[in-house]
């Protein structure tokens, strides 16, 4: 067997047009299985970072609600960013009209997720969006 392949390699003969139809239409069918698969993965990472963007956008705003008298009122985007930097900058912050609570968003997955905050109805990080709930909370 071996003694097949040195004689081969020896008279420079390249593969047939045969043999490499099959590697190609092999290679393709590979392709076609595993595709499906990476495009899920992707969408679920992108929902694991913008998960992870929203919990650490809390800190920020727990910082800001301290160093402005235990009060929400006149937080934006920037004030958060002025005292977080590596918050994301898709993360979109709204007060509630009282000023009692806020409200996280984060939008860039194919999925929105949001954090209700302050209130008494904080709780973890969920799919939806601000808007759809009461309590005065602005469309973002």
């Known amino acids: 067997m071996i003694q097949k392949v040195r004689l081969r390699l020896a008279s420079e003969q390249g593969f047939t047009m045969i043999e490499l139809l099959v590697v190609v239409q092999i290679l393709s069918i590979l392709v076609v299985i595993a595709l499906p698969s990476l495009l899920n993965l992707r969408g679920s990472a992108q929902d694991a970072a913008a998960k992870s963007n929203v919990n650490s956008t809390i800190s920020g705003a727990a910082a800001f609600y301290q160093s402005n008298n235990f009060n929400y009122t006149g937080m934006t ?21 009282s000023g009692a609570g806020y409200c996280l968003e984060d939008n860039e997955s194919h999925n929105t ?28």
């Open 77 to 97: 985007n920037a004030s958060l960013r002025a005292l977080a930097p590596a918050i994301a900058p898709h993360v979109k912050v709204a007060v509630l009209s």
């Open 113 to 140: 997720f949001y954090y209700l905050g302050g209130t008494s109805t904080a709780g973890s990080v969920a799919q939806g969006t601000c808007a759809a709930h009461d309590g005065g909370v602005p469309a973002l």
